[in-house]
């Protein structure tokens, strides 16, 4: 056998770990709350007072991260024969889990609405109290890696002198990692400035592995990879 | 990777969508008919007419979706009989192409300005608004990644006087394309002045493209070799076998 021996190998996920979180996900439509009610006058006094803008409403939660791709199984290997001396190695091998995009930024909050309009003998109303920032999006989840392939190797050990020299490996496809949620949103502009929005969730854990598998030497189980 | 073999048995790529990024419109800018008209001054100094408001400037325009990346082709079927072979090794690939990365979002259009307020003259003294920028146009979306191909079942068969070890295979799924990346929202407009020279409020910000979706990996074939011996003493059969699994969800056209 050739240097390069049998080999196969599942798809590796899409790795989503290098892009840029997603775009911001857009204000609140419309960025300002509505105005305070205007003065009235009552002849020439004062009557109503302005009212307070509206509080601004909270920013949009941000676009959650893509997931990592998820890593393809890895074929079995069968090698049958009569005569086997020499070097072999045989590898299956599933693909890795791609990495995760981390949750992009949540929106502004809206800004409080502007006060209500003065009148001849009453003053404007304050603007209204700026809306809290939206939530960070959701970080991505990694992907899950691809199992690895069984190896069923089978010889003639009366024919086989010396045996042969086998070198076979079960690799399981390793889980992409999970990304870290958007950071949270502004706060609205207003009378008292809306707080900052929470950070998205971060997935607690990284994609998971592939399953294992085993190699076969003359129906023995020689290893078996979890 | 493939020249290091001497049989490559590999499906096509799939082709990368084009990339132009097309952005949205702008949004038209207002001109002086966005401006409010001149409020006007009574001879006996009170106000006549208060300035007229200016108008809101115009939305800039969403940009257009990216295209999808092409899904890769498979690993094509081969049968390859040698009655006699000769030679001490054949290294062959069999491989799903891969599949094509999608295109990028285009920016947004930006918003326009808003007209600004009319002149107020002496006499009238209420602030008179400019008109609210336009909105920003949202980006484009992102174009979705192909899906790889798939690799192929691979059957060798050999003589007895020819042993399966002068084989060296690698039997690979295609990887997938990657989706796009979304475009981002235009600039917004800015507001136009109000009649006391400040400056009304700018536009909103639109969201950016929506994400694609990224392809899926091609699907791995079995790998088996076996002495027949049956056959003459150095014989050889090479079978690749497509695995007719249907791709389900990929996004973009075959790579043809």
Do not use: W
């Not at chain 1, 020299?165 to 992409?176: K, L, Q, R």
């Not at chain 2, 969201?207 to 088996?224: A, K, Y």
């Amino acid at each position: 056998m050739s240097d390069g021996g049998l080999v196969n190998k599942g798809a590796d996920g899409a790795d989503n770990a290098g892009k840029p979180a997603p775009p911001y996900p857009g204000d609140v439509d419309p960025p300002v709350a509505k105005k305070g009610t205007d003065a009235k006058d009552d002849g020439k006094s004062c009557g109503t007072g302005a009212g307070r803008g509206i509080t601004g409403v909270v920013g949009l939660t941000g676009t959650g991260g893509q997931n990592g791709g998820t890593g393809t199984d890895a074929a079995q290997i069968k090698f049958t024969v009569d005569y086997m001396t020499g070097n072999y190695s045989f590898a299956t091998i599933g693909g890795k889990g791609g990495g995760a995009q981390a949750g992009g930024v949540g929106g502004d909050g809206q800004i409080g609405g502007p006060g209500g309009s003065s009148s001849s003998h009453c003053g404007g109303g304050p603007q209204g109290i700026g809306g809290p920032g939206g939530v960070g999006g959701l970080g991505g989840q990694g992907g899950d890696g691809g199992a690895a392939g069984d190896i069923f190797i089978a010889y003639d050990t009366t024919k086989s002198v010396p045996p042969p020299v086998i070198s076979a490996s079960v690799t399981p496809g390793s889980g992409g990692s999970s990304a870290n949620g958007g950071e949270g949103g502004k706060g609205g502009a207003g009378d008292g400035p809306g707080g900052k929005g929470k950070s998205g969730t971060t997935p607690l854990n990284p994609g998971k592995g592939g399953e294992g598998g085993t190699i076969y030497v003359n129906g023995q189980p020689i290893e078996s990879v979890d | 990777m493939s020249n290091n073999y001497d049989l490559v048995i590999k499906g096509k790529d799939g082709a990368d969508a084009p990339n132009p990024k097309t952005p949205g419109k702008n949004g038209d800018p207002l001109g002086p008919a966005g401006n409010g008209a001149p409020g006007e001054g009574s001879l006996f100094g009170g106000c006549k007419k208060q300035a007229g408001v200016g108008l809101p400037g115009n939305r800039g325009d969403t940009a257009p979706p990216a295209d999808s990346g092409a899904n890769a082709d498979d690993a094509y079927s081969l049968v390859l009989t040698c009655t006699a072979f000769e030679g001490t090794s054949l290294s062959i690939l069999v491989a799903g192409g891969k599949g094509g990365n999608g295109g990028d979002g285009g920016v947004g259009g930006d918003g326009s300005a808003g007209g600004n307020a009319g002149k107020q003259p002496k006499q009238c003294t209420e602030v008179i608004n400019g008109g609210i920028g336009g909105n920003s146009g949202a980006g484009g979306n992102a174009g979705n990644g192909g899906c790889g191909g798939n690799a192929g079942d691979v059957d060798v068969v050999c003589g007895p006087n020819l042993s399966p070890g002068i084989l060296s295979t690698e039997n690979n799924a295609g990887t997938p394309g990657t989706a796009g990346t979304p475009g981002e929202a235009g600039k917004v407009g800015q507001g136009g002045k109000n009649s006391d020279g400040t400056e009304y409020l700018p536009g909103g910000r639109s969201g950016g493209g929506g994400p694609g979706t990224d392809g899926t990996g091609g699907q791995n074939g079995n790998f088996g070799a076996a002495v027949d011996a049956t056959k003459p003493p150095t014989y050889l059969r090479i079978t690749v076998k497509p695995l007719l699994i249907a791709r389900t969800g990929c996004g973009g056209s075959s790579a043809g």
